[in-house]
């Protein structure tokens, strides 16, 4: 068959998408259905001094006004992290507590504190706007960098100094001896901007109780269903897992931000129960800035030793993190073994040593947004080779290169373990792809326009397919992070594949197909992806950190193999022939050296007819797996940026963009290709429009997209993505994940062009038109002064 | 409450409807056709677009009242038994991913490639990024929503 393993095929879930038919939670109308919206807090830090709802209670269309009060007296538990973080002194975090409606206290501005269940939307809106909340306003506590100062407003009670965790990993004493002995030290200071991921598709949720049954049914915007049920169960005690339904159906976009159980889909659960309503509720663009988790925000310190030949002999990073007002689903797990444990990079570092402070703040809360960690290590790293080879007089290429690891599997001194890789081989292919070798005729002739040009590399490796259970376990994860799978043949012969992993944009429906296409040889279209309802599917633990491919698709693969076997044994039976024999070829069932030959139609039939099967083997043809990763993939590459500056008006153009990456086995290089593009867009946002900000007073100034600046298609280039795949040896398609590539490698690649072409190191993200110009004007002036 | 009167996807409809009814809330909720989205709050995303009266509009910058004796057509109205040229384009092209930004995108670009025929003027790749300035997407990166544009214009 054609679209098997590496064919672009076209995808099969595009049809409802195009043509308006696709069936989004906000699209759910049930019967009886009633509308909730949310009074939130306008302060940033206050304690709630009293709730009147009498107003809103009597206004048409009310059916119930609920408060926090309500919510914790009938044992709705608070929302947790998920991921235990233990601190160098081994004390463990100091989580506060997060209610799904705030009792006493708001810690940031959108923070819920009661909510509206009425008729209608409009009638739900109206009387959240005349529910009085009182309010006693406290200091806030915004910035990152100096949350931990004394006199600071305090977040929580049992973090003091708003300090969540102080967390290490590395050899601090060899890293101190790696730096001392360097012969060239390159220091730097860094932020990494906070960005609000915005999946086009707002938040939203649907609960129906089903007072005869005592059971539940939520439609939600989630990436991972399966998770959402056992968290909403297991911890908020909503319900108990056997009677809750979760289901996602298309999901616009997730980026990370669909990940958590937030609180609307708590309190829409709890008020479906409270008023034996279905409740709907969906989130405007204004409330996603406020209430969707917030991405990033880190700020660092790094140095970084090299010899005099240039290798370097160690990096020592301390950073801060912040993570909002509360701690969300996987906060804690982000800034720490998401991040750190990729510090390496693609280099051989003798020694590293990070530390990470936490810190509490009255922000949105700050969770994985697309890449979760592994950009801001990429950012990092890439940024202080940059800034090394230009201060040591090197081809900032030929420094990586010097650098390189060259020998497989590679163990870092961070935890990870590289399986495999070619870095050389990315950089030669992207600056062939780049023509780095004309470079210098372009920037001559760039400047004969008085244009300022600049090239700037990104050699970045990054981590998917989380991860081994037992080891995700032992560094304090609450969950395993296996992936499940059911391949069922049906009495016709097509088959259905179940699988615990989610779409929403991936295009799962069609490359997972692709991989029961190839490894039957049937037919694409005579395969069907079921996902995203924890009643149809058996189990699952989501999509993320592009596990779908490393992690669910080898599921599929497991659960195949069985499959293979007992179709195998049925032919052979019926064929009269040795099991070895049988193989799959052309749509049919063949035994070798033979013309026998059986149609899927004819196995499937046989397996349900159960007429006259081998003896012993139960009918059916239906087969699970349960697939635990034994180790993360690494994809690499290579980013080249080259951009065009107007220093008249600090205007950057990104003229040519090239990626040479390694994802491993690619199911459909189409579908990859795509997911670099969209990654690559939201890494030139991150780079140079995106950047969440909030006044001294907790009030976010960027709370629409008349504020932040979404990438728009006249922001970006087109671009020249190339591959270089070397398979993973750690599953068994080979394969790495390609979701957050783009967005990882990309940003150093367009910080170090701009900054190569304005000549000065001092620039943070985004490199906005008035930054960089004002970053051209002090360099001339530190110019002239010198 | 005011009666309205208009054609949408070539059904004649006469409808009650509040004063303040957005079109797209008309759309979705009293029609229930909805293919049309809501992605933001202050007319800056497009997921909403639609044609009213031949035009590409954002149908959360108008109320319905004001639609009365328009022909409104949506992204379940431009298929005539096979699928639009622009809906094929961005099959053929990857220039959806997660679908919710891609009927506001193929409406948009419906309009964009008519106006672009009716004054005889090229539709270059930068033309192209221009005219989508009131459409944003988050997953494609724009790269192939450009293409399927452009090779939708060759085929309309």
């Keep these: 068959m054609t679209d098997g393993i590496g064919a672009r095929v076209k995808r099969k879930e595009d049809k409802r998408y195009t043509t308006g038919s696709g069936k989004y939670t906000d699209d759910v109308r049930n019967e009886n259905q009633a509308y909730a919206a949310f009074v939130r807090s306008p302060h940033a830090h206050a304690n709630v001094t009293g709730i009147d709802a009498s107003a809103a209670e009597g206004m048409p269309g009310v059916v119930a006004v609920l408060n926090g009060a309500e919510l914790t007296g009938d044992g709705i538990g608070n929302i947790i992290c998920g991921w235990a973080i233990t601190s160098k002194d081994d004390t463990p975090m100091n989580m506060g507590a997060w209610s799904a409606l705030a009792t006493e206290k708001v810690r940031y501005v959108g923070d819920a504190v009661a909510v509206v269940i009425a008729d209608s939307m409009e009638e739900a809106r109206n009387a959240a706007e005349a529910v009085e909340v009182s309010y006693d306003e406290l200091p806030a506590v915004v910035d990152t960098a100096t949350a931990m100062d004394a006199g600071a407003a305090q977040v929580h009670e049992n973090a003091p100094n708003n300090l969540i965790f102080d967390w290490e990993l590395g050899d601090e004493a ?104 279905s409740v709907k509720w969906t989130s405007t663009r204004s409330e996603a800035f406020l209430t969707d988790a917030h991405g990033r925000d880190h700020v660092t310190h790094a140095e970084m030793g090299f010899d005099a030949d240039g290798k370097i002999t160690a990096f020592k990073i301390d950073t801060i993190a912040n993570l909002g007002a509360y ?23 003798p020694a590293i040593h990070c530390n990470v402070k ?26 202080v080779m940059e800034k090394a080879a230009r201060e040591m007089g090197m081809d900032p290429a030929e420094l990586r290169r010097k650098n390189f690891i060259l020998e497989f599997p590679y163990q870092t001194p961070v935890i990870m373990n590289y399986d495999c890789g070619d870095f050389p081989g990315h950089l030669d292919k992207a600056q062939a792809a780049a023509d780095v070798a004309g470079f210098a005729a372009r920037k001559a002739e760039a400047a004969s326009r008085g244009k300022l040009r600049g090239l700037g590399y990104s050699t970045y490796i990054e981590a998917c397919g989380i991860a081994p259970s037992q080891a995700v376990g032992s560094l304090g994860a609450g969950v395993g992070l296996w992936e499940s799978a059911e391949v069922r043949v049906n009495p016709v012969g097509t088959i ?86 049988v193989f799959c070829e052309g749509g049919e069932v063949k035994v070798k050296g033979t013309n026998k030959s059986l149609g899927w139609h004819e196995i499937g039939l046989a397996a349900y007819t159960a007429h006259n099967l081998p003896e012993d083997m139960e009918p059916g043809l239906k087969e699970g797996a349960f697939y635990d990763p034994v180790n993360f993939s690494f994809p690499a590459g290579c980013h080249i940026c080259e951009v065009e500056i107007d220093p008249e008006t600090g205007v950057v ?29 939201q890494g030139v946002g991150q780079a140079m429009l995106e950047q969440v900000i909030y006044g001294d007073d907790g009030q976010l100034l960027t709370g629409s997209y008349m504020d932040y600046t979404m990438p728009r298609a006249d922001n970006l280039p087109s671009f020249d993505v190339e591959h270089n795949s070397v398979p993973s040896p750690s599953n068994p398609l080979g394969v790495k994940g390609c979701g957050e590539a783009g967005a990882i490698g990309s940003p150093p690649a367009i910080m170090n062009a701009i900054t190569d072409a304005i000549g000065t190191e001092n620039l943070e993200m985004p490199a906005t038109p008035s930054n960089v110009w004002q970053a051209i004007q002090a360099n001339q002036i530190k110019h002239a002064a010198e | 409450m005011s009666k309205i009167s208009l054609t949408v996807n070539g059904r004649s409809i006469s409808k009650e409807v509040s004063d303040n009814t957005l079109l797209v809330e008309f759309i979705r909720e009293n029609l229930r056709l909805t293919g049309t989205h809501v992605g933001c709050d202050t007319s800056q995303c497009g997921a909403c677009t639609v044609h009213v009266d031949g035009k590409s509009i954002k149908s959360c910058t108008m109320l319905a009242v004001e639609a009365d004796g328009s022909q409104i057509t949506t992204i379940e109205g431009i298929a005539n038994g096979e699928l639009h040229p622009m809906q094929q384009a961005f099959n053929d092209n990857h220039g959806l991913q997660c679908g919710f930004c891609t009927p506001g995108m193929i409406m948009a670009g419906i309009d964009m490639v008519n106006r672009y025929k009716a004054s005889n003027k090229p539709l270059d790749e930068a033309a192209i990024r221009g005219e989508l300035e009131g459409n944003i997407c988050r997953c494609t990166g724009y790269h192939n929503i450009v293409r399927s544009i452009a090779d939708a214009s060759t085929k309309m």
């Design chain 1, 327 to 349: 701690m969300s689903l996987f906060s804690s797990a982000v800034p720490t073994y998401l991040y750190a444990t990729l510090l390496a990079g693609q280099y051989h570092m």
């Design chain 1, 653 to 681: 153009e990104i003229v040519k963009f090239t990626a040479a990456d390694d994802f491993g086995t690619l199911i459909n290089p189409l579908i990859v290709e795509g997911q670099v593009h969209g990654g690559i867009g």
């Design chain 1, 358 to 383: 936490t810190v509490y703040t009255n922000t949105t809360p700050v969770d994985a947004y697309r890449g979760a960690g592994r950009p801001e290590a990429c950012y990092l790293i890439e940024r």
């Design chain 1, 174 to 277: 060899a890293t101190d001896a790696g730096i001392a002995a360097a012969s060239h030290v390159t220091k730097i200071d860094l932020t990494n901007n906070r960005l609000s991921p915005n999946p086009m598709e707002p938040r939203s949720a649907v609960a129906t109780f089903d007072p005869a049954e005592e059971h539940y049914t939520l439609y939600t915007t989630s990436q991972n269903p399966h998770v959402a049920r056992l968290v909403l169960s297991a911890f908020y005690q909503v319900a108990p897992e056997h009677k809750l339904r979760v289901i996602a159906p298309d999901v616009g976009g997730g980026f990370g931000s669909k990940i958590y159980i937030y609180p609307e889909e708590i309190v829409c659960l709890w008020a479906s129960m409270k008023t034996k309503r």
């Design chain 1, 496 to 581: 259905e594949v179940l699988t615990g992993s989610h779409s929403h944009g991936q295009g799962h429906e069609t490359s997972f197909a692709q991989v029961v296409a190839d490894r039957f040889d049937l037919p694409v279209e005579n395969i069907q992806i079921v996902h995203g309802d924890t009643d149809k599917v058996q189990f699952g633990m989501g999509t993320y950190g592009s596990r779908s491919g490393p992690v669910g698709l080898s599921a599929i693969f497991k659960a195949c193999d069985k499959v293979e076997l007992k179709v195998k044994q049925i032919a052979a039976h019926l064929l009269d022939a040795s099991a070895d024999d």
